[in-house]
C-alpha cells in the first residue's frame, strides 16, 4: 500500500535560512531528502519558482548541481550573497566603518541619543513606543551599563533631511494595501511606509554601504535589506505584560498602517541585522557549516567555484537545453494570499538602486489577483509546465507542493496540470510545522499540510484520485 501522508519529519532550520524574510519557506530537510531520494549525485536539479533559495542550496547540500530561477530578484541576490567568499575580520571592519560614519552624523544624535536614566551615560534609543498615533516612551538597552529602560515622553525630534538618495514607486494599484491605509500612511509612494526619521537615517546606511567594496557592499546590503522593514510604521508594539519593548515584527501578508507601534532606530535593526542571532553573520557561519561538501559530493562539483546556476527572470521565457534536467522540485505561486511581488516592493525599491541589473516586475509575476486573473495563472502555469516539459529527461520526475482550503485553487492547479500534458503519478500530503502560505491565513493552532505532488511525461495518471481526497477533505 502506499504511504500517502507524512512521510517526513521537518526539523529545525539553520541560521543560513532565518536571515531572509520571506513567505511560504518550506521545509529545508524535507526538500533535502526528497532531493535525495528522487534524484542521483551530480544530477541536475532545476525549480524554477526558487523563492527564497531552497532548491539552489539543498542541491548543493546533497551533491547535486542546481539551476533555479525566479522573477523576483532577492532570490538571485540572495545566491549570489552566499555564493560569497568573505573574510570576517574585514567585514567586521566595513561594517563598524559605516556604523561609526552613522552614529556622527548630527541628525542620528539629535535623534535617537539620550542619557541612560540609570548610569547617566549617553546611549542609543532603540524604539519610539507610538499610541493611537502620539509617541508615549522611548525604550532603550543601555550600552554602558546593560539596563533596559522605557521612558515616557512628550515629543519626537523631528530629524533633519539628509542629501542621501531615497526609494520612490508608485504603490496606488496594490492589492495588499486599501485606500484608506494608504491615506494614513501619507500618499501612495513606497517611501511613505517608512516613519520621517527612519527613512534620513536608512538613507545615510544604504549610502555608506554603497561606497563599501564588494563582495562586502552585498552581504551589507543584504543585513540592509533585513532591517528594512523593521523600521517601517508596520512594526506592532508587544503588550506590556510581555515585557519586552525592545521587539516587534512583520510578517502579514499585507501592508497596514498601525497607529499603536514602534518606530525603531533603523541603525539598531541594522547591527541586529548583522550580528543578532538571525543575523548575516550567523547566517553566513550556518551557511560555512551547513553547506559543507556531503559525502557524495565529488571533487569535480566542489573544486569548481561554479556550483549552481540562478537564473533572475521569468519563468514561461526559460531557455535551457531539451531533456538536459533529471529532477524538478518546486512551490509554485498560486491563489491570492501571498502577493510576492508586491509585498517584496519595500525590499526591491532598495535592492534595484543598488544593483541596477535587477528590476521591479510585477507584469510577468504568476499570481492570482483576482476573477479575471485565474484564466491567465492557468496560461502561464501551462507555459511553464511546458518549459519543464521540455527541459526534463523523459524518465525524470517534476515534484510540486501545493496547499489551499480553496476549491478554486485546487481547480486551476489541476487544470494547468492536466492541460500540459504531465500525468500526476503520485502524490503525499505532509504536515507542516511552520508557516506556509494557508498558514499565514489560517486561524494560529489550526494544522494546514502541504500536497506534494509527483507529475512524469509517463505512467499512469492518478489526478482523479487526488482530486477525490482534497474535494472531500474540503468538504464537496
Ligand atoms: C510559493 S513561492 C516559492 C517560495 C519557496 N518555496 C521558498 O521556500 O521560499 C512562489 C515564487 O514564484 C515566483 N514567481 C512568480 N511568478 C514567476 C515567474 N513568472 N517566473 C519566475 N518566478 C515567478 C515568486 O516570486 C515566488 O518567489
Ligand atoms: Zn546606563
Not at 127 to 153: M, Q, R, W
Request: charged letters at 25%; a positive charge; glycine letters at 4%.
Amino acid at each position: 500500500m502506499e504511504k500517502n501522508e507524512n512521510r517526513y519529519l521537518e526539523t529545525t532550520r539553520p541560521a543560513m535560512y532565518r536571515a531572509l524574510k520571506y513567505w511560504g519557506k518550506k521545509p529545508h530537510n524535507i526538500w533535502n531528502e526528497i532531493i535525495c531520494e528522487y534524484s542521483k549525485p551530480m544530477d541536475i536539479i532545476f525549480d524554477p519558482f526558487a523563492g527564497s533559495g531552497l532548491t539552489f542550496f539543498e542541491s548543493i547540500k546533497a551533491g547535486r548541481f542546481p539551476i533555479v530561477s525566479d522573477i523576483n530578484p532577492l532570490t538571485n541576490f540572495l545566491v549570489d550573497v552566499y555564493s560569497s567568499s568573505i573574510d570576517y575580520r574585514e567585514l567586521n571592519n566595513y561594517f563598524d566603518k559605516i556604523t561609526k560614519s552613522v552614529c556622527s552624523i548630527k541628525t542620528y544624535k539629535d535623534t535617537y541619543l539620550c542619557k541612560c536614566k540609570k548610569c547617566g551615560n549617553e546611549t542609543d534609543i532603540y524604539n519610539y513606543l507610538f499610541e493611537k498615533d502620539v509617541c508615549t516612551k522611548i525604550s532603550y538597552k543601555c550600552k554602558h551599563c546593560g539596563a533596559t529602560i522605557s521612558e515616557p515622553i512628550n515629543h519626537i525630534p523631528e530629524c533633519e533631511e539628509l542629501k542621501f538618495w531615497l526609494p520612490n514607486y508608485d504603490i496606488s494599484n496594490f492589492q495588499t494595501i486599501c485606500k484608506s491605509t494608504l491615506e494614513r500612511f501619507g500618499g501612495a509612494d513606497i517611501k511613505n511606509i517608512w516613519p520621517k526619521n527612519a527613512l534620513q537615517i536608512l538613507s545615510a546606511i544604504f549610502h555608506y554601504i554603497s561606497i563599501t567594496p564588494e563582495p562586502y557592499r552585498k552581504v551589507l546590503t543584504f543585513a540592509f535589506l533585513q532591517t528594512v522593514h523593521l523600521t517601517t510604521k508596520m512594526c506592532a508594539a508587544r503588550s506590556e505584560k510581555t515585557n519586552r519593548p525592545l521587539s516587534t515584527s512583520w510578517g502579514r501578508p499585507a501592508y497596514m498602517y498601525l497607529k499603536n507601534r514602534l518606530e525603531q532606530n533603523p541603525l539598531i535593526q541594522f547591527k541586529r541585522a548583522f550580528s543578532g542571532p538571525n543575523g548575516i553573520v550567523n547566517a553566513f557561519n550556518s551557511r560555512d557549516t551547513y553547506l559543507k561538501p556531503y559525502k557524495y559530493s565529488s571533487e569535480v562539483l566542489f573544486s569548481n567555484s561554479i556550483s549552481g546556476i540562478s537564473l533572475y527572470g521569468d519563468a514561461k521565457s526559460l531557455q535551457l537545453p531539451e531533456k538536459s534536467v533529471d529532477l524538478i522540485i518546486t512551490d509554485p505561486p498560486y491563489g491570492n494570499i501571498i502577493q510576492y511581488g508586491e509585498l517584496c516592493v519595500i525590499w526591491n525599491v532598495w535592492l534595484t538602486k543598488m544593483y541596477p541589473q535587477y528590476r521591479i516586475d510585477l507584469t510577468d509575476e504568476i499570481i492570482v489577483k483576482d476573477e479575471n486573473s485565474e484564466n491567465k495563472y492557468v496560461l502561464d502555469m501551462v507555459s511553464v509546465f511546458n518549459v519543464c516539459k521540455t527541459i526534463l529527461k523523459d524518465k525524470g520526475k517534476c515534484i510540486l507542493t501545493f496547499n489551499s482550503n480553496r476549491i478554486k485553487d485546487w481547480e486551476l492547479i489541476l487544470t494547468s496540470i492536466k492541460n500540459s500534458g504531465f500525468n500526476i503519478v503520485d502524490y503525499f500530503s505532509q504536515n507542516n510545522l511552520r508557516s506556509s502560505e494557508a498558514n499565514v491565513a489560517a486561524k494560529t493552532g489550526q494544522a494546514i499540510s502541504d500536497y506534494y505532488i509527483i507529475l512524469s511525461k509517463s505512467g499512469r495518471d492518478k489526478s482523479d484520485n487526488l482530486k477525490q481526497i482534497v474535494f472531500s477533505k474540503l468538504g464537496v
